[in-house]
């Protein structure tokens, strides 16, 4: 069975960080790009980032460029997003999925909750 | 990037069909075959119903289908069924390598 678990949301203060984590099983990870993907109740779905199968390319919305850094670990089937200087406009459900154009995988999602 | 504009809600009976739309740009649904469509229902992640505007996953409905006119897209559902109440988005490849989704529309079964 094809998963996706994310981890490591949680409560963080504005202009704090977090590391978010998503372990995949049930399906080859080093052969899919991988995507996180957020919800708000204010924003809806938000595309944020893409890493490519090998890493070798990175795409970022424009609303985390810069503060958000996306990366993966093969080897131990894990995507990573580094996600710096948050704000309340942050606050969301976070999904990882896989692919890039279209999102045929989702994880179920982990709370990140910015405020003081 | 804006988001692509659906309706807030659409309803219908069972066993009809309803088409929701998607309205984007020549940057996003009209310049790339990469449109997207996900049912979600309540406290559950996005399912992928349709992508490249009209291919379905297997074990995704044929009630479910997709197609594009110009910068507008467009998912059909027919033989509304109970389940398939839930909240739908569209999304789109963009021409800044990005993806933008639509706003959501709410389904409802009456």
Not at chain 2, 41 to 53: C, F, R, T
């Amino acid at each position: 069975e094809v998963q996706l678990l994310e981890s490591g949301g949680g409560l963080v203060q504005p202009g704090g960080s977090l590391r978010l984590s998503c372990v995949g099983s049930g399906f080859n990870f080093s052969d899919y790009a991988m995507s996180w993907v957020r919800q708000s109740p204010v924003k809806g779905l938000e595309w944020l980032s893409v890493i490519s199968d090998s890493s070798d390319k990175t795409y970022y919305a424009d609303s985390v460029k810069g503060r958000f850094t996306i990366s993966r670990d093969n080897s131990k089937k894990t995507l990573y997003l580094q996600m710096n200087s948050l704000t309340a406009e942050d606050a969301a459900v976070y999904y990882c999925a896989t692919n890039y154009r279209y999102f045929d995988r989702w994880g179920q999602g982990t709370l990140v909750t910015v405020s003081s | 990037q804006s988001a692509l504009t659906q309706p807030a809600s659409v309803s219908g009976s069972p066993g009809q069909s309803i088409i929701i739309s998607c309205t984007g740009t020549s940057s996003d649904i009209g310049g790339y075959n990469f449109v997207s469509w996900y049912q979600q229902h309540p406290g559950k992640a996005p399912k992928l119903l349709i992508y490249g505007v009209n291919d379905r996953p297997p074990g995704v409905s044929n009630r479910f289908s997709g197609s594009k006119s110009g910068n507008t897209a467009s998912l059909t559902i027919s033989g509304l069924q109970t389940d398939d109440e839930a909240d739908y988005y569209c999304s789109s490849y963009t021409n800044n390598n990005a993806i933008v989704f639509g706003g959501g529309t709410k389904l409802t079964v009456l």
